[in-house]
Each structure stands twice: as C-alpha cells, then as structure tokens.
C-alpha cells in the first residue's frame, strides 16, 4: 500500500510509540495524523500547535503550500524540530545548573 492512500487515523500516537520509532517513521506517523486533523478538526491541530509551542508564523505558512499531504508533511517536521530545540534548551539548561553548582562547591 502506498503511504499517499493510507487511511487517516484521528487518534493520537501513545507516547510509548514514539519511543521505539526511528525520526522518518516518527516524522511519518505525525504527518498522517496532522493530515487528518487537517480535513476533520482544525481546532485541534491548532491546540496541539500551540501546545507545542511552534512560531504561529512558521504554521502559518506550512498552510500556504499545496495539498494537505504536503502541509501535513511541513507541519510535522515544524513540531519535531520545535520538540527537539526545546530538548536542546534543557539539555543547556541542565549543563549549567551544574557547572553553576560545581562552582558553587569549589568557591
């Protein structure tokens, strides 16, 4: 079956799935499941990104390009570079708390 003509599943992936995906299969599963909340419920699609805190610019215009698969497929790589950064963010975070504590001791 071709991934183009796979059926739109409205539920949301568990947590436990992500973890055992690798980053396309992830990207791929995310970019289904936009595209049906893409035709079926925009007002959700809207609160997941904004829960995932993604630039309202950047969503904005993913919208503007051509068919929902492509949209679909723009917006899930938006989510999962925001997710990542944020992943950075506390990794950066975390690494200096500690420096700051070590220094802290030292002093």
Do not use: W
């Amino acid at each position: 079956m071709d991934k183009n003509n796979l059926p739109r599943p409205l539920a949301e992936p568990l947590a436990k799935d992500y973890e055992t995906l690798s980053r396309d299969e992830l990207q791929f599963q995310l970019q289904v499941f936009i595209a049906g909340l893409l035709e079926n419920n925009f007002e959700k699609l809207c609160n997941m990104i904004y829960r995932h805190d993604v630039p309202e610019n950047k969503f904005e215009d993913a919208l503007e390009v051509g068919t929902i698969d492509e949209q679909a497929a723009k917006i899930a790589k938006l989510v999962l570079e925001r997710e990542l950064e944020k992943v950075a963010s506390r990794r950066a975070y975390k690494k200096q708390k500690e420096q700051s504590s070590l220094n802290e001791k030292n002093t």
